[in-house]
């Protein structure tokens, strides 16, 4: 089957499932909670929305482990903030991302805990274990599929992805450079999403008032609408987030790869469609800024700080402190 009637086919399908499929929404068992699962509730429930049982499942079929052994090992290098080892499916993070957990595990800190630690660069530590979660997806789920949408995913990366980035390997010889090159292109996409969303959270919560890194505190707002609801111009709320979230550029191996290389490829236009469809089926993430003001306006947390905030408003100062 040729490119473009497979992408025509997977547009088609892909839509339809993302429609009518249901996403796993029973919370985690007990048993089911993998050493990611207090890190991945903390970001989706209070930060940034997205279902937690796909990471979760991926962290299930992995080990993880402090970079000193491993290092001693030379399976990492001295410097890695974080890593995936596919071959011992392993996750490597240091021991500032780790805690242990109520069972006497290590496991990754919640994200109130990494604030504490590291304050607001610890949005940046979670978009790279989102990264290196996304590694594991990818190794364990993505092209080992049992799902029709993976399956899907596997097939173009195998016919078209790994054979593209083959082409621009430039003389590295690194025997699966193509592979490793896709899994990057996968995790950076997943990993910088983190980013991005938070970023338009960032946006509508200073339009309404709040701030990202001080919630509690308060200043004058620029939006207009129903009080005790976030609110933003209509105008600014519909675009896709499909039409507008693209990486450009990655990291492989230690070298950096421009996506936008050669100009105009339409094949990296469609895989960045097709790797946010993936993760739509995945994830069930914002699809514009209207669902990123739905969930604020459906969060008690938020919403409570929103009211505290306005009804701070009238007083004269710019900066004002408001209850938590
Ligand atoms: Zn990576």
Redesign the pocket.
């Known amino acids: 089957m040729g490119f473009f009637r497979r992408f025509l086919l997977s547009t088609l399908l892909l839509g339809s499932l993302i429609f009518f499929d249901s996403f796993p929404s029973a919370r985690a068992t007990e048993a089911q909670k993998s050493f990611a699962w207090e890190f991945l509730t903390s970001l989706s429930e209070d930060w940034i929305p997205f279902d937690p049982h796909r990471y979760n499942q991926a962290a299930s079929q992995s080990f993880l482990a402090k970079p000193s052994r491993l290092q001693r090992w030379g399976v990492v290098g001295a410097h890695a903030e974080a890593a995936?080892n596919g071959i011992l499916r392993t996750l490597i993070l240091k021991p500032e991302l780790l805690q242990v957990g109520p069972q006497g595990r290590q496991e990754i800190a919640p994200i109130s805990e990494l604030k504490e630690r590291h304050g607001p660069v610890a949005f940046v530590r979670a978009s790279t274990v989102i990264?290196?979660l996304a590694?594991a997806e990818f190794d364990r789920m993505v092209l080992r599929p049992d799902t029709f949408v993976d399956e899907f995913l596997a097939a173009i990366l195998v016919q078209d992805v790994i054979p593209w980035f083959e082409r621009r390997r430039q003389g590295l010889s690194l025997h699966p450079w193509g592979r490793v090159a896709a899994?990057?292109f996968f995790?950076y996409f997943r990993g910088d999403f983190v980013a991005f969303l938070l970023e338009e959270l960032e946006l509508v919560l200073n339009f309404n008032g709040l701030s990202i890194y001080h919630p509690q505190r308060c200043f004058r707002s620029r939006a207009e609408g129903e009080e005790g609801r976030f609110n933003l111009p209509i105008g600014d709320m519909r675009a896709s987030y499909r039409d507008q979230y693209r990486i450009h550029h990655i990291w492989v191996q230690g070298k950096d790869v421009d996506l936008r290389e050669g100009g105009t490829d339409p094949f990296l236009e469609i895989w960045q469609k097709l790797l946010w469809d993936q993760m739509s089926m995945a994830l069930s993430q914002p699809q514009s800024r209207q669902d990123l003001v739905e969930w604020l306006n459906a969060h008690p947390t938020w919403t409570k700080r929103l009211q505290s905030c306005q009804e701070a408003r009238t007083q004269p100062l710019i900066f004002n402190s408001v209850g938590s």
Request: aromatic share 14%; proline share 0%; charged share 30%.
């Open positions: 995936y990264h290196e590694h899994s990057e995790a």
